[in-house]
């Protein structure tokens, strides 16, 4: 390392871009030389950031190895900058689909979603599958199994789980009396012949919109999950409430920062949970974990009562068991508060009819795409082939520019938005001590982000919508993989201090931004296990407000990749009949 910069990035106008199969733009794969450090060194370093001078210096030559000065602070870029990644209404057309009316309340949203929803699927067909929404409401309306006792057998899950013989570290908290006690009332409402949907909660004040929103259609809230601290990594390690293991492999990351809950959801402890998705914080965790993640269009759901971590780029989002409780769960979420000359038009897709969608364009940017490792590259070409065996779906190939500049672009925007809403309200008044050493470090590094190179970001954020709108003229979906390498080994020496593990972290979120970075809507979904058995997942990139035709996409995925999907390690059955 050396303190010589190369010369900045002039970067030619957005429309002078070739956006081709073959263009001349150069792809640069994340340039992340520092090793991994746990331990004593994480500590170490942290204590040099926070030293005025000395921190200062170590920042400068960090972020020009890893060319954030070079291609983001000092770059020469002609756009102006764009601070919001907002979507006017467009009237695209979408393929079969129902249109949920303005006016209708989140429980007559789920009502329309579930009619849009295919038969429930024959238990004894090959390949496992997790209990879904509409398996939970059978057996519930059927009275065989109960809410309380699901909710009981849900306790000794967790209890299981947090034991010294799996230390899985699912939930940061959760309250046993109050889960006991929605599931009386859930299950009383089912005795009264009450529909699950339409049933009407206790308020909670205390609840953000999109929880309320879940509780008034009736849903069990089981608890807060774990998640790598402030959402500040990918891994999900948190050295204050444990590292969630992943059940596919409890020696094995979980993926972040939603950690605990794509674990809960793999584990089949709930077929639904939330997640805040900055950065791919939901659909990597999906990804590693093997369910579902979806992030809708920014503004799609309610932002009110989340931490206003990172403002332009955060999202709430869903993972879920199979895309139809994404889509239920989504139904029920979607924030319909405004003006109704205002609202974006919500379709709801009719999965019964994926299988007759034709015309479906995929853009897929080779280098890109296949920068990933050789089994992740192997499942997600198959399940490309299958996708046009089975319903005759194109790929398209094409160029999507300066990812590597979009990573870091949106790295300096993430930072930058963290520092400054957490340092006055939060930060100045926390002892350090109170904070994990990794996040510690990645707060040094967010703080040191200057004006410049924030308005930088924000101009290579108009390059790529630009790109994206472009792309969207003659593509459905962008298709890449969701991450670069499967769930990595969680090593014991991070356990209390957190890790610094650029390279596994930069490969994790490599196909993650242009969804929050841009406020476009992503979806991911396993189509397929590496040579150790964990999950990869595809992800499907879409136009603003186009949710219904991700959906499909996904679905049409799960379907065709049913067959092969495995059980996890660690797996519960909350729908047993034996006691």
């Given at each position: 390392?050396?303190?010589?910069?190369?010369?900045?990035?002039?970067?030619?106008?957005?429309?002078?871009?070739?956006?081709?199969?073959?263009?001349?733009?150069?792809?640069?794969?994340?340039?992340?030389?520092?090793?991994?450090?746990?331990?004593?060194?994480?500590?170490?370093?942290?204590?040099?950031?926070?030293?005025?001078?000395?921190?200062?210096?170590?920042?400068?030559?960090?972020?020009?190895?890893?060319?954030?000065?070079?291609?983001?602070?000092?770059?020469?870029?002609p756009e102006p900058p764009l601070f919001t990644p907002t979507h006017t209404w467009q009237d695209i057309p979408e393929q079969n689909v129902s249109l949920a009316k303005p006016g209708w309340s989140p429980a007559e949203r789920v009502e329309e979603a579930v009619g849009c929803l295919p038969g429930l699927a024959d238990p004894s067909s090959p390949g496992f599958r997790r209990w879904t929404i509409r398996d939970f409401t059978k057996a519930y309306t059927s009275g065989e199994?109960?809410?309380?006792?699901?909710?009981?057998?849900?306790?000794?899950?967790?209890?299981?789980?947090?034991?010294?013989?799996?230390?899985?570290?699912?939930?940061?908290?959760?309250?046993?009396?109050?889960?006991?006690?929605?599931?009386?009332?859930?299950?009383?409402?089912?005795?009264?012949?009450?529909?699950?949907?339409?049933?009407?909660?206790?308020?909670?004040?205390?609840?953000?919109?999109?929880?309320?929103?879940?509780?008034?259609?009736?849903?069990?809230?089981?608890?807060?999950?774990?998640?790598?601290?402030?959402?500040?990594?990918?891994?999900?390690?948190?050295?204050?409430?444990?590292?969630?293991r992943n059940p596919y492999h409890t020696a094995r990351v979980s993926g972040g920062s939603s950690s605990g809950s794509a674990a809960a959801v793999c584990a089949g402890l709930c077929p639904v949970a939330l997640g805040a998705d900055g950065g791919g914080s939901v659909r990597m965790p999906a990804a590693l974990c093997g369910v579902v993640g979806f992030k809708p269009t920014a503004g799609r759901l309610s932002n009110s009562g989340l931490l206003p971590l990172n403002w332009?780029?955060?999202?709430?989002?869903?993972?879920?068991?199979?895309?139809?409780?994404?889509?239920?769960?989504?139904?029920?979420?979607?924030?319909?508060?405004?003006?109704?000359?205002?609202?974006?038009?919500?379709?709801?897709?009719?999965?019964?009819?994926?299988?007759?969608?034709?015309?479906?364009?995929?853009?897929?940017?080779?280098?890109?795409?296949?920068?990933?490792?050789?089994?992740?590259?192997?499942?997600?070409?198959?399940?490309?082939?299958?996708?046009?065996?089975?319903?005759?779906?194109?790929?398209?190939?094409?160029?999507?520019?300066?990812?590597?500049?979009?990573?870091?672009?949106?790295?300096?925007?993430?930072?930058?938005?963290?520092?400054?809403?957490?340092?006055?309200?939060?930060?100045?008044?926390?002892?350090?001590?109170?904070?994990?050493?990794?996040?510690?470090?990645?707060?040094?590094?967010?703080?040191?982000?200057?004006?410049?190179?924030?308005?930088?970001?924000?101009?290579?954020?108009?390059?790529?919508?630009?790109?994206?709108?472009?792309?969207?003229?003659?593509?459905?979906?962008?298709?890449?993989?969701?991450?670069?390498?499967?769930?990595?080994?969680?090593?014991?020496?991070?356990?209390?201090?957190?890790?610094?593990?650029?390279?596994?972290?930069?490969?994790?979120?490599?196909?993650?931004?242009?969804?929050?970075?841009?406020?476009?809507?992503?979806?991911?979904?396993?189509?397929?296990?590496?040579?150790?058995?964990?999950?990869?997942?595809?992800?499907?990139?879409?136009?603003?407000?186009?949710?219904?035709?991700?959906?499909?996409?996904?679905?049409?995925?799960?379907?065709?990749?049913?067959?092969?999907?495995?059980?996890?390690?660690?797996?519960?059955?909350?729908?047993?009949?034996?006691?």
């Open positions: 390392m050396g303190l010589v910069c190369s010369a900045p990035k002039v970067y030619k106008p957005a429309a002078e871009v070739d956006l081709g199969p073959d263009s001349d733009e150069h792809y640069i794969s994340p340039n992340v030389k520092a090793p991994r450090v746990a331990g004593l060194p994480v500590k170490m370093f942290a204590w040099v950031l926070e030293t005025p001078v000395l921190g200062s210096v170590v920042l400068y030559v960090l972020k020009k190895d890893n060319l954030v000065n070079k291609l983001v602070s000092d770059a020469d870029i199994i109960t809410p309380v006792m699901v909710a009981r057998r849900f306790l000794a899950a967790v209890e299981e789980c947090s034991g010294p013989d799996l230390n899985m570290a699912l939930f940061i908290s959760y309250d046993p009396e109050d889960i006991l006690r929605q599931a009386e009332e859930s299950t009383l409402r089912y005795q009264q012949g009450g529909t699950s949907w339409l049933g009407k909660m206790r308020p909670c004040v205390a609840d953000a919109a999109c929880v309320a929103q879940l509780r008034a259609c009736g849903a069990v809230l089981a608890g807060k999950t774990n998640m790598h601290e402030l959402g500040a990594g990918t891994s999900g390690i948190n050295p204050h409430h444990g590292s969630t332009t780029v955060g999202v709430p989002g869903i993972l879920a068991a199979t895309v139809e409780d994404a889509l239920v769960a989504y139904a029920a979420m979607v924030d319909q508060s405004g003006p109704a000359h205002s609202q974006p038009q919500l379709n709801l897709p009719l999965l019964t009819s994926t299988h007759s969608m034709p015309n479906i364009r995929l853009a897929r940017y080779g280098k890109w795409f296949d920068d990933s490792s050789e089994d992740i590259r192997g499942c997600c070409d198959k399940a490309l082939q299958i996708l046009r065996a089975h319903y005759g779906w194109e790929t398209v190939d094409v160029t999507v520019p300066e990812v590597e500049e979009m990573r870091l672009a949106h790295y300096v925007t993430m930072g930058s938005e963290c520092s400054a809403s957490l340092a006055t309200k939060y930060l100045d008044k926390l002892d350090k001590s109170e904070i994990g050493w990794d996040v510690r470090i990645a707060l040094s590094a967010y703080g040191s982000f200057s004006s410049r190179a924030y308005l930088n970001a924000q101009r290579i954020r108009n390059r790529q919508m630009y790109f994206h709108n472009k792309i969207f003229e003659t593509a459905d979906a962008i298709v890449t993989p969701m991450t670069g390498v499967t769930a990595y080994a969680l090593q014991d020496d991070a356990l209390r201090t957190g890790e610094l593990d650029y390279i596994n972290a930069a490969a994790i979120s490599r196909y993650s931004i242009a969804g929050n970075f841009l406020g476009l809507p992503a979806i991911t979904v396993t189509v397929g296990y590496d040579r150790g058995g964990l999950p990869v997942g595809l992800q499907f990139i879409g136009r603003p407000w186009a949710e219904a035709t991700l959906l499909h996409l996904a679905y049409a995925m799960q379907e065709a990749c049913s067959k092969s999907c495995r059980k996890p390690m660690v797996s519960f059955d909350l729908l047993s009949k034996k006691e």
